[in-house]
């Protein structure tokens, strides 16, 4: 639980449309939107049949739309500090700026591997220095994630690229595939340092500065294999009994999530779809305009008309090679990094309620009298701060998440959209 009850020094309130550290987000489908003034896709969402090919797009669905249906009111108890977290209306000020490069190979007896080049830069007093540069690998990335959500577990951690390749899409050291995952990972440590709380996780500071022998060394500082052992039984333990009353406001939450998940999926199962038929479609295309070019040389008078039909062919290939570039590189990765995020977010959801269910047990067991009653009574004491920090850390948590996937996915079509036009238009011109 370190630093969930601390209150988060002055930090911006989130991302700028599209991301952290100067990568182009893209974007994120059609989804729950707001239902007051946010302007994000107001009362439009897919409302697809999986068992059908043709898309019915933009249907009104007003039970999905309430964007903004969770304000929950910060709980006033002196128990814990994060009652004075505030993400909204922070000075924005970044001092904190990260980029993700240079991908290398290396090749060992035993494995294969990627890794890339951090460069840091910083005006913070708390770093030795103001630039520092280390390589870390995928693995690398991984512990990291893992220590932020062990620190903070009801903040929502930002998603790492998938480690494993879909079958059929990419080889695993593929050109394409290294530069994609070289911006995913740009993108989460950019969020981490955009994150008012997660900025000042100390083992976020070690990943940015520490050399590789440093770091190896920081992660045998952990807990051990038994200890993570015992806490993963416990937490099975805990999620098999499951809680006995979730609040209101994250039963709405949860709602929120489940609806959130499904819409985001088949959003990027559509955007894929729509990619491979661009995809195709450009192939075929292309194959064209030499064969018309051909075909005038020996049609001496229809040899204007046919290179005119080829000249225009060639302005369709490259307006439809522009827009596959502009999906692949804007749309595609923001839609797929929130369905990360939605898994990201039904964990979240779990360790709320693995909290809120360890407190639960002793206040069952304090009532059966199975044990100390002085103990217990100090123990459900500490739990149920605990239990409150979790719970405000994630409502504040959530509100700055929706704001920033609002902005993202808004930016994320709109560009999409301005790209479009512009596409047609260069096509007619």
């Given at each position: 639980?370190?630093?969930?009850?601390?209150?988060?020094?002055?930090?911006?309130?989130?991302?700028?449309?599209?991301?952290?550290?100067?990568?182009?987000?893209?974007?994120?489908?059609?989804?729950?939107?707001?239902?007051?003034?946010s302007a994000l896709l107001q009362a439009e969402v897919l409302d697809l049949d999986e068992d059908e090919d043709d898309l019915e797009v933009f249907s009104k669905d007003a039970s999905l739309m309430d964007m903004?249906?969770?304000?929950?009111?910060?709980?006033?108890?002196?128990?814990?500090?994060?009652?004075?977290?505030?993400?909204?209306?922070?000075?924005?000020?970044?001092?904190?700026?990260?980029?993700?490069?240079?991908?290398?190979?290396?090749?060992?007896?035993?494995?294969?591997?990627?890794?890339?080049?951090?460069?840091?830069?910083?005006?913070?007093?708390?770093?030795?220095?103001?630039?520092?540069?280390?390589?870390?690998?995928?693995?690398?990335?991984?512990?990291?994630?893992?220590?932020?959500?062990?620190?903070?577990?009801?903040?929502?951690?930002?998603?790492?690229?998938?480690?494993?390749?879909?079958?059929?899409?990419?080889?695993?050291?593929?050109?394409?595939?290294?530069?994609?995952?070289?911006?995913?990972?740009?993108?989460?440590?950019?969020?981490?340092?955009?994150?008012?709380?997660?900025?000042?996780?100390?083992?976020?500071?070690?990943?940015?500065?520490?050399?590789?022998?440093?770091?190896?060394?920081?992660?045998?500082?952990?807990?051990?294999?038994?200890?993570?052992?015992?806490?993963?039984?416990?937490?099975?333990?805990?999620?098999?009994?499951?809680?006995?009353?979730?609040?209101?406001?994250?039963?709405?939450?949860?709602?929120?999530?489940?609806?959130?998940?499904?819409?985001?999926?088949?959003?990027?199962?559509?955007?894929?779809?729509?990619?491979?038929?661009?995809?195709?479609?450009?192939?075929?295309?292309?194959?064209?305009?030499?064969?018309?070019?051909?075909?005038?040389?020996?049609?001496?008078?229809?040899?204007?008309?046919?290179?005119?039909?080829?000249?225009?062919?060639?302005?369709?290939?490259?307006?439809?090679?522009?827009?596959?570039?502009?999906?692949?590189?804007?749309?595609?990765?923001?839609?797929?990094?929130?369905?990360?995020?939605?898994?990201?977010?039904?964990?979240?959801?779990?360790?709320?309620?693995?909290?809120?269910?360890?407190?639960?047990?002793?206040?069952?067991?304090?009532?059966?009298?199975?044990?100390?009653?002085?103990?217990?009574?100090?123990?459900?004491?500490?739990?149920?701060?605990?239990?409150?920090?979790?719970?405000?850390?994630?409502?504040?948590?959530?509100?700055?998440?929706?704001?920033?996937?609002?902005?993202?996915?808004?930016?994320?079509?709109?560009?999409?959209?301005?790209?479009?036009?512009?596409?047609?238009?260069?096509?007619?011109?």
């Amino acid at each position: 639980m370190e630093g969930e009850c601390r209150a988060p020094q002055a930090r911006s309130s989130g991302l700028p449309a599209g991301g952290g550290g100067g990568e182009s987000p893209g974007g994120d489908a059609p989804l729950p939107g707001s239902s007051g003034s946010s302007a994000l896709l107001q009362a439009e969402v897919l409302d697809l049949d999986e068992d059908e090919d043709d898309l019915e797009v933009f249907s009104k669905d007003a039970s999905l739309m309430d964007m903004n249906s969770f304000s929950p009111v910060m709980p006033t108890s002196p128990l814990s500090m994060i009652n004075q977290v505030k993400f909204e209306d922070e000075p924005d000020l970044k001092d904190l700026f990260i980029t993700v490069d240079e991908p290398e190979s290396h090749v060992t007896t035993i494995e294969t591997f990627i890794t890339y080049r951090i460069i840091t830069k910083t005006s913070r007093g708390e770093f030795d220095s103001s630039e520092f540069e280390v390589r870390r690998r995928y693995q690398d990335f991984l512990w990291l994630k893992e220590r932020l959500e062990e620190a903070h577990p009801t903040l929502i951690i930002p998603p790492l690229p998938e480690k494993f390749i879909v079958k059929g899409m990419v080889e695993r050291f593929n050109d394409d595939f290294i530069e994609t995952r070289r911006k995913a990972l740009h993108k989460f440590l950019n969020r981490i340092a955009d994150h008012p709380t997660l900025t000042f996780n100390e083992d976020f500071k070690v990943f940015l500065t520490a050399q590789a022998w440093e770091l190896s060394s920081h992660k045998k500082q952990g807990p051990g294999l038994l200890s993570r052992m015992g806490q993963t039984v416990r937490a099975v333990a805990l999620s098999m009994r499951g809680v006995k009353s979730r609040p209101e406001e994250f039963m709405e939450m949860n709602n929120f999530i489940e609806i959130f998940s499904q819409k985001i999926n088949l959003i990027d199962k559509i955007s894929q779809r729509i990619y491979k038929e661009e995809r195709e479609y450009f192939d075929e295309m292309k194959e064209y305009g030499p064969i018309h070019i051909l075909w005038s040389a020996s049609e001496e008078d229809l040899a204007d008309t046919l290179k005119g039909v080829a000249s225009c062919i060639d302005r369709c290939c490259k307006a439809t090679e522009k827009r596959m570039s502009g999906l692949s590189e804007a749309l595609l990765p923001v839609v797929h990094e929130y369905v990360l995020y939605s898994e990201m977010l039904m964990g979240v959801m779990k360790r709320r309620d693995q909290i809120q269910a360890e407190l639960d047990s002793k206040v069952e067991a304090l009532t059966s009298k199975k044990a100390d009653t002085d103990l217990l009574t100090e123990e459900i004491g500490k739990l149920e701060d605990k239990v409150e920090c979790a719970n405000n850390a994630l409502k504040a948590d959530w509100e700055r998440w929706k704001q920033n996937m609002q902005n993202d996915i808004k930016s994320a079509f709109t560009d999409m959209a301005e790209e479009n036009i512009h596409s047609y238009e260069q096509v007619l011109g």
